[in-house]
């Protein structure tokens, strides 16, 4: 005989947290999986957590650290592992002499590019689910929760 658990655990309550965390893997996972089929392979391990932190323009490797909130060697590890395929480069830091900063090459770039018609057909989908409105006041929403 099986034994249930009860699905109503005063510890495991039913919250918006769950459907949210639940909805953000979801896009995430669609988002890697387009991505890797697109043949950009780094989006499908823990690498591609640069590209969610990393200015298009480039940034100081310190910022990068603190934005990502992992170590100064977790970071180093990832950039090492993205500037061996082409994916990044490290360079001089203009504004200071001591510091590097990261810059995408051509090939990030092209990811990057990639990476908006996926985001964008992913939009479509959810606006077409949801209808114009509804997805509208969707975005409204998430955009006001995310406010301090």
Do not use: C
Not at 46 to 70: N, T, W, Y
Not at 71 to 83: F, G, P, R, Y
Not at 85 to 111: M, Q, W
């Amino acid at each position: 005989m099986v034994k249930h658990l009860d699905d109503n655990h005063p510890l495991l309550p039913d919250h918006v947290g769950v459907d949210l965390f639940k909805a953000a893997l979801s896009w995430k996972a669609r988002l890697e999986s387009a991505m890797v089929a697109r043949g950009h392979a780094w989006y499908g391990d823990a690498r591609s957590a640069v590209a969610a932190h990393l200015d298009p323009r480039g940034l100081p490797q310190s910022e990068l650290v603190a934005r990502m909130g992992l170590t100064k060697q977790a970071v180093q590890q990832l950039l090492d592992s993205l500037e061996a395929d082409g994916i990044v480069r490290r360079e001089a830091d203009p504004a200071d002499g001591r510091s590097k900063r990261v810059v995408y090459t051509a090939k990030g770039l092209r990811a990057l590019h990639d990476g908006v018609e996926v985001k964008r057909a992913i939009e479509t989908e959810y606006r077409d689910k949801l209808g114009p409105r509804a997805y509208e006041a969707f975005v409204s929403a998430l955009r006001k929760l995310a406010r301090p």
